[in-house]
């Protein structure tokens, strides 16, 4: 370097000295000084050593800088000294996005093709001395580089487009061109292929016509689709604008360069590989007919992309995907790779993109093509957090700032160095290091904290084969019973129902189903049950059937953790499998509509009732209902059935409901109390309604028929004119707390029905006699009853129902609901609003004790629970008592 400095001192005028000077002088914030005096060296040449009066003051040091950082603009300007004017009229502005156009002035292809190069080139260095001077922030500059490459994409489709219509007419249907990867997300590096998309409306018809004749639309679309690429790839003497790669499009290269809608629709829901999904995430049209074809081709992309329901299936093929990277890497030698390397650019963007796809279906909120704008939307709505968030983002910038400087000395794709290289030391250079080991410490941080994240994300360890699993090793992993789990992992691997195959591909699950094991909320019965399971044929195709799949596998360990909900009903029902796990039925509400539909195709009602039951408690377990939405669901399912066994029955009597199903209130195994009632007296109906209560019984409902008019002794279908007088005149004060849920189901004479019951309730005096009489009751059920903690003992759910009769009964409000009482309730009392939540949390331990045969979630705060019922029981029982 001293040699060239002395060189040009002695060969150029004081002007240009006076840039060289400048370089000697601050040569620590040269990068690469040497090329920096070689381009004033070469532009003194190209001007004759005239000095240009734009060299002068800030710009023309910043020149220098730009020669300093890149090779490649510095032979770009050289070449077209006439655009170093317009680069400083520009370099300072920031451009809205529609300053990046450019206007077709030329009909030859070849001068077009050159403009296109010249154009992109003479940007990209507005931008990059915009970066080296900190004159922007990281997202305006990969944006206005995206929006650079957008604009020579848009005036490629003009040209082309032009051209061919004037050679075979205009086609019967538009076509655009879809920006992929970091294109799409506004996000394009220096130097980066441009992945694309081309689509256009339908292969169906054919151009005008012009002086070549006609065309079908998808011949023509392929000639436009190859000219773009021509256009924009091809090698002139101004170089390449850049490279289009074309092979995200369906079937890679071996599929048609261009695509209809219909084409697309038909591969994406019947062909399209997972990883097809992350690809789709980033998918932008730009340029063509954006407002049709391109909303259109964002419909059908959206709906590939985004699940309904929650898919941690993705997870493996983003692993998949990163095992090939990781090979591929390890062949690279000793270069550092900032892309696919260990703790990469790419593990980040697998980060971000893995929530969005696994999560974005359900929470839209996260949805971004930007990989920093994306990064934000997880800390808003919370699946990263704040340090999660800062280190992430931190990194991503860094790592896309190191990969932007690398490329932009000769603006080759690459993103791999070696650490001992001169190209390292003039990398911490332009990165603002003061040594080359500053920057590799830095970058090697920064690496190692991005891996930890991604491989906390995505776990990769070893598993641990199932069956090597000791006593001991399971008490540490945290079971309550670890040799009742040694016990039945033995007899898994003993089972004769079990192929050596099969058993294989258990042990090697390992710690994986061991954890879901762990998790669910009995694990003991989870492993009894997980063996009877695989007992079956049908077991065992659908387990190991989804072993890859471990929200599917994690939902089936969950359901064999119930003591006999779901294989009572397997049992039954095995097609139940077929339709369990299916997320259109999961993620819609249970009601008649989604019923009739699945009864109308299958005609099975047993299968019908088992599927909507299990599904009712997949949606509870996923957080699509609420505890009180889950008893609304399986009273919704027990309304069906009995409607449609009425139907098929066609008695002359009505049925109506009291209890749980009154209220709409069913839990698992809740009985169904039934009336039957008719209009008039009607011979043989008794038969009729003993055959109505078997047909029940075989779905596998308990029917109790006891609440009717004299109990067991009175008749078990009696008319509407002998409930009236019974209830005027014979019918206790326990039965007007039954009638509080009386429901009319099905059958003639709701009206009557619902009126006859009305004045029952409310047309006697609700008095302190009443409600004496009540208390005792109350109190009559905890003495008889003493061991039903959850339900009869004092803080049971019967304390908060007792509350909801009195309720309705004083306030005259026929609500049915007991929640919906004590909503009514705390709207008139204040003091009364936890009702609502102690209802909840004691039906949910109901709920859980008849599921697993013990309450899984409060665990010994079950009693402080109850203590907080009897309490709000009490003070209620005063407030009564002082109303009345």
Same mark, same amino acid.
């Given at each position: 370097?001293?040699?060239?400095?002395?060189?040009?001192?002695?060969?150029?005028?004081?002007?240009?000295?006076?840039?060289?000077?400048?370089?000697?002088?601050?040569?620590?914030?040269?990068?690469?000084?040497?090329?920096?005096?070689?381009?004033?060296?070469?532009?003194?040449?190209?001007?004759?050593?005239? =000095?240009?009066?734009?060299?002068?003051?800030?710009?023309?040091?910043?020149?220098?800088?730009?020669?300093?950082?890149?090779?490649?603009?510095?032979?770009?300007?050289?070449?077209?000294?006439?655009?170093?004017?317009?680069?400083?009229?520009?370099?300072?502005?920031?451009?809205?996005?529609?300053?990046?156009?450019?206007?077709?002035?030329?009909?030859?292809?070849?001068?077009?093709?050159?403009?296109?190069?010249?154009?992109?080139?003479?940007?990209?260095?507005?931008?990059?001395?915009?970066?080296?001077?900190?004159?922007?922030?990281?997202?305006?500059?990969?944006?206005?580089?995206?929006?650079?490459?957008?604009?020579?994409?848009?005036?490629?489709?003009?040209?082309?487009?032009?051209?061919?219509?004037?050679?075979?007419?205009?086609?019967?249907?538009?076509?655009?061109?879809?920006?992929?990867?970091?294109?799409?997300?506004?996000?394009?590096?220096?130097?980066?292929?441009?992945?694309?998309?081309?689509?256009?409306?339908?292969?169906?018809?054919?151009?005008?016509?012009?002086?070549?004749?006609?065309?079908?639309?998808?011949?023509?679309?392929?000639?436009?689709?190859?000219?773009?690429?021509?256009?924009?790839?091809?090698?002139?003497?101004?170089?390449?604008?850049?490279?289009?790669?074309?092979?995200?499009?369906?079937?890679?290269?071996?599929?048609?360069?261009?695509?209809?809608?219909?084409?697309?629709?038909?591969?994406?829901?019947?062909?399209?590989?997972?990883?097809?999904?992350?690809?789709?995430?980033?998918?932008?049209?730009?340029?063509?007919?954006?407002?049709?074809?391109?909303?259109?081709?964002?419909?059908?992309?959206?709906?590939?992309?985004?699940?309904?329901?929650?898919?941690?299936?993705?997870?493996?093929?983003?692993?998949?995907?990163?095992?090939?990277?990781?090979?591929?890497?390890?062949?690279?030698?000793?270069?550092?790779?900032?892309?696919?390397?260990?703790?990469?650019?790419?593990?980040?963007?697998?980060?971000?993109?893995?929530?969005?796809?696994?999560?974005?279906?359900?929470?839209?909120?996260?949805?971004?093509?930007?990989?920093?704008?994306?990064?934000?939307?997880?800390?808003?709505?919370?699946?990263?957090?704040?340090?999660?968030?800062?280190?992430?983002?931190?990194?991503?910038?860094?790592?896309?700032?190191?990969?932007?400087?690398?490329?932009?000395?000769?603006?080759?794709?690459?993103?791999?160095?070696?650490?001992?290289?001169?190209?390292?030391?003039?990398?911490?250079?332009?990165?603002?290091?003061?040594?080359?080991?500053?920057?590799?410490?830095?970058?090697?941080?920064?690496?190692?904290?991005?891996?930890?994240?991604?491989?906390?994300?995505?776990?990769?360890?070893?598993?641990?084969?199932?069956?090597?699993?000791?006593?001991?090793?399971?008490?540490?992993?945290? =079971?309550?019973?670890?040799?009742?789990?040694?016990? $039945?992992?033995?007899?898994?691997?003993?089972?004769?129902?079990?192929?050596?195959?099969?058993?294989?591909?258990?042990?090697?699950?390992?710690?994986?189903?061991?954890?879901?094991?762990?998790?669910?909320?009995?694990?003991?019965?989870?492993?009894?049950?997980?063996?009877?399971?695989?007992?079956?044929?049908?077991?065992?195709?659908?387990?190991?059937?989804?072993?890859?799949?471990?929200?599917?596998?994690?939902?089936?360990?969950?359901?064999?953790?119930?003591?006999?909900?779901?294989?009572?009903?397997?049992?039954?029902?095995?097609?139940?499998?077929?339709?369990? $796990?299916?997320?259109?039925?999961?993620?819609?509400?249970?009601?008649?509509?989604?019923?009739?539909?699945?009864?109308?195709?299958?005609?099975?009602?047993?299968?019908?009732?088992?599927?909507?039951?299990?599904?009712?408690?997949?949606?509870?377990?996923?957080?699509?209902?609420?505890?009180?939405?889950?008893?609304?669901?399986?009273?919704?399912?027990?309304?069906?059935?009995?409607?449609?066994?009425?139907?098929?029955?066609?008695?002359?009597?009505?049925?109506?409901?009291?209890?749980?199903?009154?209220?709409?209130?069913?839990?698992?195994?809740?009985?169904?109390?039934?009336?039957?009632?008719?209009?008039?007296?009607?011979?043989?109906?008794?038969?009729?309604?003993?055959? =109505?209560?078997?047909?029940?019984?075989?779905?596998?409902?308990?029917?109790?028929?006891?609440?009717?008019?004299?109990?067991?002794?009175?008749?078990?279908?009696?008319?509407?004119?002998?409930?009236?007088?019974?209830?005027?005149?014979?019918?206790?004060?326990?039965?007007?707390?039954? =009638?509080?849920?009386?429901?009319?189901?099905?059958?003639?004479?709701?009206?009557?029905?619902?009126?006859?019951?009305?004045?029952?309730?409310?047309?006697?005096?609700?008095?302190?006699?009443?409600?004496?009489?009540?208390?005792?009751?109350?109190?009559?059920?905890?003495?008889?009853?003493?061991?039903?903690?959850?339900?009869?003992?004092?803080?049971?759910?019967?304390?908060?129902?007792?509350?909801?009769?009195?309720?309705?009964?004083?306030?005259?409000?026929?609500?049915?609901?007991?929640?919906?009482?004590?909503?009514?309730?705390?709207?008139?009392?204040?003091?009364?609003?936890?009702?609502?939540?102690?209802?909840?949390?004691?039906?949910?331990?109901?709920?859980?004790?008849?599921?697993?045969?013990?309450?899984?979630?409060?665990?010994?705060?079950?009693?402080?629970?109850?203590?907080?019922?009897?309490?709000?029981?009490?003070?209620?029982?005063?407030?009564?008592?002082?109303?009345?």
């Amino acid at each position: 370097m001293n040699f060239l400095l002395e060189k040009l001192k002695c060969s150029l005028n004081p002007e240009w000295l006076n840039l060289v000077r400048a370089v000697e002088e601050r040569q620590e914030e040269f990068p690469n000084p040497r090329r920096a005096l070689l381009f004033i060296e070469k532009l003194s040449n190209r001007l004759n050593c005239q =000095f240009s009066d734009y060299l002068h003051g800030d710009f023309g040091f910043h020149l220098l800088l730009l020669f300093s950082y890149s090779q490649f603009l510095g032979e770009f300007l050289i070449n077209h000294v006439e655009l170093i004017e317009e680069l400083r009229s520009i370099y300072r502005e920031t451009f809205l996005p529609s300053d990046f156009r450019i206007e077709i002035s030329t009909q030859d292809r070849r001068k077009f093709i050159d403009s296109l190069r010249v154009y992109k080139n003479l940007q990209i260095a507005r931008v990059v001395l915009r970066d080296i001077l900190h004159l922007a922030p990281f997202l305006e500059l990969v944006r206005d580089t995206t929006l650079i490459h957008d604009a020579c994409i848009k005036a490629a489709y003009d040209f082309a487009y032009r051209n061919l219509v004037k050679k075979y007419g205009k086609p019967s249907s538009n076509f655009i061109v879809v920006d992929m990867g970091k294109a799409g997300g506004f996000e394009l590096n220096y130097s980066s292929d441009v992945d694309v998309i081309y689509v256009y409306g339908s292969r169906y018809g054919e151009t005008e016509g012009g002086t070549y004749g006609k065309l079908q639309n998808h011949d023509f679309f392929t000639l436009l689709s190859r000219e773009i690429t021509e256009l924009l790839s091809e090698r002139t003497k101004e170089g390449i604008c850049f490279v289009v790669d074309t092979r995200l499009r369906p079937n890679g290269s071996m599929g048609p360069l261009t695509n209809d809608i219909e084409a697309l629709e038909q591969y994406y829901t019947a062909v399209a590989r997972p990883w097809e999904r992350i690809a789709l995430l980033k998918a932008r049209p730009s340029a063509g007919d954006i407002g049709g074809v391109g909303l259109e081709f964002l419909e059908l992309a959206n709906l590939f992309v985004y699940r309904k329901y929650i898919d941690l299936s993705l997870i493996e093929e983003v692993l998949r995907i990163k095992e090939m990277i990781r090979a591929k890497v390890s062949k690279k030698g000793g270069k550092i790779d900032l892309k696919l390397g260990k703790g990469g650019i790419r593990e980040i963007e697998f980060i971000v993109q893995a929530f969005q796809v696994i999560y974005g279906g359900k929470y839209p909120q996260i949805r971004s093509k930007n990989t920093v704008v994306a990064l934000k939307k997880l800390l808003n709505w919370g699946f990263l957090n704040r340090r999660e968030y800062e280190e992430l983002l931190n990194s991503y910038i860094f790592l896309r700032r190191a990969e932007h400087m690398l490329q932009v000395t000769n603006f080759r794709q690459t993103q791999t160095f070696h650490p001992e290289s001169e190209e390292a030391e003039e990398l911490s250079k332009k990165l603002g290091f003061k040594s080359r080991d500053e920057f590799l410490r830095e970058l090697s941080s920064v690496m190692k904290r991005v891996n930890y994240y991604f491989n906390r994300f995505f776990p990769t360890k070893e598993l641990k084969p199932l069956s090597s699993y000791t006593v001991e090793e399971l008490e540490r992993f945290g =079971f309550k019973e670890p040799e009742e789990i040694k016990r $039945f992992i033995d007899a898994l691997f003993d089972s004769k129902s079990l192929s050596v195959e099969k058993k294989r591909k258990l042990d090697v699950l390992g710690t994986k189903l061991l954890k879901l094991i762990y998790e669910a909320p009995v694990s003991k019965t989870a492993i009894k049950n997980l063996l009877l399971f695989l007992e079956t044929e049908e077991g065992q195709v659908f387990f190991f059937s989804v072993l890859s799949h471990e929200n599917l596998l994690k939902l089936l360990i969950y359901l064999l953790s119930t003591k006999d909900f779901f294989l009572k009903r397997f049992r039954k029902s095995p097609e139940v499998l077929e339709h369990i $796990f299916s997320p259109e039925l999961i993620e819609s509400p249970v009601n008649e509509s989604s019923m009739e539909e699945f009864f109308k195709e299958l005609q099975n009602l047993q299968l019908l009732k088992n599927t909507f039951e299990i599904v009712s408690l997949l949606r509870k377990r996923l957080g699509r209902t609420r505890i009180e939405e889950f008893f609304s669901e399986l009273t919704s399912i027990c309304d069906f059935c009995l409607k449609r066994r009425y139907e098929k029955l066609k008695p002359k009597f009505a049925v109506s409901s009291l209890g749980k199903c009154g209220s709409r209130e069913m839990n698992v195994g809740s009985d169904l109390d039934l009336l039957f009632i008719s209009k008039e007296k009607v011979e043989d109906e008794t038969e009729r309604a003993v055959d =109505f209560v078997k047909s029940l019984e075989e779905l596998g409902y308990e029917v109790d028929t006891r609440l009717r008019p004299f109990g067991e002794k009175g008749e078990l279908v009696f008319t509407l004119s002998y409930l009236e007088k019974y209830l005027k005149e014979t019918a206790r004060t326990w039965e007007r707390l039954a =009638f509080t849920r009386f429901r009319f189901l099905v059958g003639d004479g709701r009206e009557r029905a619902e009126r006859i019951v009305r004045e029952f309730l409310f047309k006697k005096p609700f008095n302190r006699e009443v409600l004496n009489e009540i208390l005792s009751m109350r109190e009559r059920l905890e003495r008889e009853f003493p061991s039903s903690t959850l339900k009869y003992a004092p803080g049971g759910v019967v304390d908060l129902e007792f509350v909801s009769y009195i309720y309705q009964l004083y306030s005259k409000k026929w609500l049915r609901h007991t929640l919906e009482s004590l909503k009514a309730l705390s709207q008139e009392e204040e003091r009364f609003s936890k009702g609502e939540d102690l209802y909840r949390l004691i039906r949910q331990a109901e709920t859980e004790k008849r599921l697993f045969s013990e309450i899984t979630s409060l665990g010994d705060k079950i009693n402080e629970l109850r203590k907080e019922i009897r309490s709000f029981y009490r003070e209620f029982v005063n407030w009564m008592t002082l109303k009345v």
